[in-house]
């Protein structure tokens, strides 16, 4: 049993070793740190937890059963937010040259998989501009019938 993101309704960006990541259903958004930015990047490339523990002890300063044990943790709290869902299975992928690199360097610094949550913008993530666009009436147009 792994877990995917739960697309459509979880997009997200990694820019500068941060994700950020929106729930389009709740109008929230998230940000991850370094570590788990990585860890996110391996659930939208589909891993498992064991596959992305070694990876995250390649690249920082942490032992594989510590990460492993917070990444488990980290996958409660976005399967809570439901930005992850579970499926049937993971698989495993090549590391990316970026992860290869880091390897033969030295280790950067660990630090817990945090999910930081802001609800700052949720009625305007929640009028969506593409889709709630009503013929006569233009946008803003939400879907109980009030601009």
Known sequence: MGIKVNAPHAVSEIIEGEAIVVNLKTGCYFSIGKVG??????IMKNL???DTAKRIAKVFDVDVK???R?????????LKESLVIM????????????????????KLAYET??????????????????????E????????????
């Open 37 to 42: 930015a990585l860890v996110w990047d391996c």
């Open 48 to 50: 498992d937890s064991a």
């Open 66 to 68: 510590i990460a492993r």
């Open 70 to 78: 917070e990444i488990d943790v980290f996958t409660q709290e976005l």
């Open 87 to 106: 499926e049937d299975s993971a698989s495993s992928s090549p590391m990316s040259s970026v992860e290869e690199q880091s390897s033969a360097v030295q």
């Open 113 to 134: 998989p945090r999910l930081v949550k802001f609800e700052d913008m949720q009625d305007l993530l929640l009028l969506d501009p593409v889709h709630e666009v009503h």
């Open 136 to 147: 006569q009436q233009g946008w803003p147009w939400k879907k109980d019938g009030t601009a």
